[in-house]
Every structure is written in structure tokens, then in C-alpha cells.
């Protein structure tokens, strides 16, 4: 059994800022790619931000330098620091992890969602 649980999310003025965890625990054999998805209502989730094992990054055009993804292996965690927000920003954020489990089961979770809302 493994979860992914997010936190960090919240109300917050335009140019301001938020930093996202997301801790994986469980029976886990090892972490490779990590992520960030958002989605509004009515929308489908779309990719914010990945980061592989290798610490190699990708960003959504709409977030590209404005937001950092990191991973700290030793606490099997993700990190989004989100700066300059904007209102469009605003969504519900979801970590997504691919985890090998300690059955050697390789498969994609994903955390239950944190709220971002932008607004003055």
C-alpha cells in the first residue's frame, strides 16, 4: 500500500507565493518520475511539472519560470515552490509519482489534491 499526501496549498494574493509537498510513504522499493498536475472545473488535469530520478526537469510553457520542482529522495518527497502566482494559477494541484513497490510492482499514484487559489 502506498499514499501520496499533499500539502502546502491555500489562499493567496497575485505575485505571491506558495511551496507544495508531497510525501509518498508505504511499501515502497524506490521512486522514479515525480510530478505536479493541476486541474479547474470543468477542465481536464493538465501537467505542470515533472522532475526524473536523475533530477532532470520539465515545465509547463504557462509556469516556466515562475515555479521550481524538487525532490528530496531521502524523505521520498516532491516539493512545487510556486512564485510570482498568478490568478489563472488557481486550481487543484496532484502529485503524481511512478513508484516500484517492494513487490516489485511498478505503477503511477496519486495524492488526493491540494487547492490554489489566487486572488486578491
Known amino acids: 500500500q502506498v499514499q501520496l499526501v499533499e500539502s502546502g496549498g491555500g489562499l493567496v494574493q497575485p505575485g505571491g507565493s506558495l511551496r507544495l509537498s508531497c510525501a509518498a510513504s508505504?511499501?515502497?522499493?524506490?521512486?522514479?518520475?515525480m510530478g505536479w498536475h493541476r486541474q479547474t472545473p470543468g477542465n481536464e488535469r493538465e501537467l505542470v511539472a515533472t522532475?526524473?530520478?536523475?533530477?532532470?526537469?520539465k515545465y509547463a510553457d504557462a509556469v516556466k519560470g515562475r515555479f521550481i520542482i524538487s525532490r528530496d529522495n531521502a524523505k521520498n518527497t516532491v516539493y512545487l515552490q510556486m512564485n510570482s502566482l498568478k490568478p489563472e494559477d488557481t486550481a487543484v494541484y496532484y502529485c503524481?509519482?511512478?513508484?516500484?513497490?517492494?513487490?516489485?510492482?511498478?505503477?503511477?499514484?496519486w495524492g488526493q489534491g491540494t487547492r490554489v487559489t489566487v486572488s486578491s
Open positions: 503524481k509519482a511512478r513508484i516500484r513497490t517492494t513487490d516489485s510492482i511498478l505503477r503511477i499514484y
Open positions: 508505504g511499501s515502497i522499493y524506490s521512486l522514479t518520475d
Open positions: 522532475i526524473s530520478s536523475d533530477n532532470s526537469t
